[in-house]
């Protein structure tokens, strides 16, 4: 059973830097999946961040693409999110997922809520 | 803000049918495959439809989905109480490079 879980400061100031990591098991990052971000402001719909391939290979939603990277780390079997100049709009729940093809997101983490406050 | 548009809510009775509109473009939808979550209250998203018309194993037949030109529809009949959710389509922006999701539907039974 593919289970992906995320981790990281709930808790960020404005300006700052918000770094989450999402656990995966089940499943080997380095299999032919992409690893997603997907946001969620509080009683908003969803927001799609961005992807990676094992490979390293990304792509981002170009309204965030200055402020956010996302990488993978095989050794680990882990894949993270960056995401920097903070604002009060980035307050959401963050979800990491696996996209196994085609937009497939067919599994989901259980979501972290971050809120950026000083 | 999202270029795929839903309804923002949709409703009828426990038994009957309703069906969810997600309307994009030619650089979306036209030329890529869309999929279908279901959000329960309090819960991460499931996927209900891939590849337009496809249902992963244990989604119940009473979901289905279609796509037409630039627009893609899911439909849910027999209506159950359980049904009460928020629905978003998705799929890949050829232009943006980069996935979208719709604007999202609340069904109310």
């Known amino acids: 059973q593919v289970q992906l879980q995320e981790s990281g400061p709930r808790l960020v100031k404005p300006s700052g830097t918000l770094s989450l990591t999402c656990a995966v098991s089940?499943?080997?990052?380095?299999?032919?999946?992409?690893w997603t971000w997907v946001r969620q402001p509080p009683g908003k719909g969803l927001e799609w961040i961005g992807e990676v391939f094992h490979t390293g290979k990304t792509y981002y939603i170009p309204s965030l693409k200055s402020r956010v990277t996302i990488s993978a780390d095989k050794s680990k079997n882990h894949f993270s999110l960056t995401l920097n100049s903070l604002t009060a709009a980035d307050t959401a729940l963050y979800y990491c997922?696996?996209?196994?093809?085609?937009?497939?997101?067919?599994?989901w983490g259980q979501g972290t809520l971050v809120t950026v406050s000083s | 803000q999202s270029v795929l548009t839903q309804p923002p809510s949709v409703s009828a009775a426990p038994g009957q049918k309703v069906t969810i509109s997600c309307s994009g473009s030619?650089?979306?939808?036209?030329?890529?495959?869309v999929s279908w979550y279901q959000q329960l209250p309090g819960t991460a998203p499931k996927l209900l439809i891939y590849?337009?018309?496809k249902r992963p194993s244990g989604i119940p037949d009473r979901f289905s989905g279609s796509k037409s030109g630039t627009s893609a529809t899911l439909g849910i009949t027999g209506l159950q109480t359980g049904d009460e959710a928020d629905y978003y389509c998705?799929?890949?922006?050829?232009?943006?490079?980069?996935?979208?999701f719709g604007t999202g539907t609340k069904v109310t039974v």
């Open positions: 089940g499943d080997s990052i380095s299999n032919s999946n992409w």
């Open positions: 030619s650089s979306n939808i036209g030329n890529n495959y």
């Open positions: 998705e799929t890949w922006d050829s232009s943006l490079s980069a996935g979208i």
């Open positions: 590849e337009n018309v």
């Open positions: 997922v696996r996209n196994s093809g085609n937009s497939k997101f067919d599994y």
